[in-house]
């Protein structure tokens, strides 16, 4: 079962969404808010799987109550203005719904949200590897091997202490296969293995003697992450 809550300032908005959500058998929308700071008390105390999340809100944006999250569930925005696509998809945010929005048009979003959270799943749970396609072959990598990760485009180059193997897929695919405890996206195009962090610094850090750039969206979260295994 997918966990979920929604947060716009409009209740009809919101009612869209509660009656779109109402017909996903998978997924359980929670609570519904129109205070985005009563929704922040609420994701502290009880985590969930996924946001609705409205990006134009008075005193703050979606996208700022977004960054302000320690723990970053997926999100879906909805909003009525299509200017803030880029800048959504840069968060990589599973999708992006413009008002207004049909019921087959959520169900989209949250197909492809269940996806995400199933393959989390079912790779954190058991195993501590993955098999990465390159060529016509499929290499074996343990976690554990991993330095750090660099996107370039749909290709991954999965880097560790003696080799770099090259894979297509997304950063984003990548990171919902990774044990989030072991590892933590630091850039759009970066992400690093925890334990493999020698030296955090404002905007970049060492991994085993490489330097990685360290995006403003993603410091709060590298911090948290590396305190949880000092």
Do not use: W
């Amino acid at each position: 079962m997918l966990t979920a809550i929604a947060i716009d300032d409009e209740p009809l908005a919101l009612e869209v969404v509660r009656s779109h959500a109402g017909k996903v058998p998978y997924l359980n929308l929670q609570a519904c808010f129109t205070n985005a700071f009563e929704a922040i008390i609420h994701l502290q105390q009880q985590p969930v799987d996924l946001l609705f999340l409205d990006i134009k809100m008075p005193d703050i944006t979606g996208i700022e109550l977004f960054n302000s999250l320690g723990k970053k569930p997926m999100v879906i925005f909805t909003t009525a203005y299509s200017e803030h696509a880029v800048e959504s998809f840069e968060l990589d945010a599973v999708d992006y719904l413009l008002k207004p929005f049909s019921f087959a048009r959520f169900l989209k979003a949250c197909n492809k949200a269940n996806e995400i959270h199933t393959l989390r799943n079912n790779h954190s749970e058991k195993k501590d590897y993955l098999f990465l396609r390159t060529g016509y072959e499929q290499v074996k990598v343990n976690f554990a091997d991993i330095c750090y990760l660099e996107a370039t485009g749909n290709y991954v180059t999965f880097v560790l202490a003696d080799k770099t193997i090259l894979s297509r897929m997304t950063i984003t695919e990548v990171e919902n296969i990774l044990p989030a405890d072991k590892f933590i996206r630091v850039h759009r195009s970066f992400i690093a293995a925890v334990a493999k962090i020698d030296k955090i610094e404002r905007h970049q850090l060492l991994v085993g003697g490489a330097i990685l750039p360290v995006g403003s969206t993603y410091y709060q979260n590298l911090n948290l992450a590396y305190k949880s295994v000092s």
